[in-house]
């Protein structure tokens, strides 16, 4: 009873089939400079593959008949992970930070809260501006939108409103996110 764990069925199910692994009859086949060949029988084709030396892979299981390619895989499978990487690379995840003050700040303490979601910004983060209410204050709710429409004014020049300021719960929240250049 030996059941391959999940990791290496996960790997086995996104690598492509190569030489033997094949289990179709008739394929199309593909040769290393691209150039289509036509449709062969399988042994023909593991044949062709391994007089030059190289491998079959499978590119296309799901047409009728199945396309392979003759290929060196080991290469293949390089410039796959090479390319996987640059791609990751390249990808900047955008993260939320978040900005809390009451409805009655300071001006001194505004301009720090500012400063922050500048910084943030800049970084090219999302930034959550939270006003947050205790006991009765909510009743004062009007006091904190204008507070984060000023927030919203003073940072136009590098922001823009993705949610509008919106109740939840005992806050009221507003998420900014950098301008596209």
Do not use: W
């Not at 990487?85 to 009451?102: D, G, Y």
Request: hydrophobic share 35%.
């Amino acid at each position: 009873m030996l059941d391959k764990s999940k990791k290496e069925r996960k790997r086995n199910s996104i690598e492509p089939l190569i030489n033997e692994r094949i289990k179709y009859s008739h394929i199309r086949l593909i040769d290393v400079s691209g150039s289509q060949l036509g449709i062969y029988a399988f042994n023909d084709a593991l044949n062709m593959a391994s007089n030059a030396g190289l491998d079959l892979v499978m590119i296309s299981e799901k047409s009728d008949p199945p396309v392979c390619r003759i290929i060196d895989y080991g290469k293949y499978k390089f410039t796959q992970e090479k390319k996987a990487k640059e791609a990751r690379k390249k990808q900047h995840n955008v993260t939320i930070k978040e900005v809390k003050m009451r409805y009655k700040i300071d001006i001194h303490d505004y301009k720090v809260r500012i400063n922050q979601a500048l910084r943030f910004l800049q970084a090219g983060d999302k930034v959550k501006a939270n006003v947050t209410f205790r006991g009765r204050e909510i009743q004062h709710a009007n006091l904190a939108v204008e507070l984060l429409d000023k927030m919203a004014h003073d940072l136009s020049h590098i922001a823009e409103i993705q949610q509008p300021p919106a109740k939840d719960g005992k806050n009221i929240i507003m998420i900014l996110s950098p301008k596209k250049i």
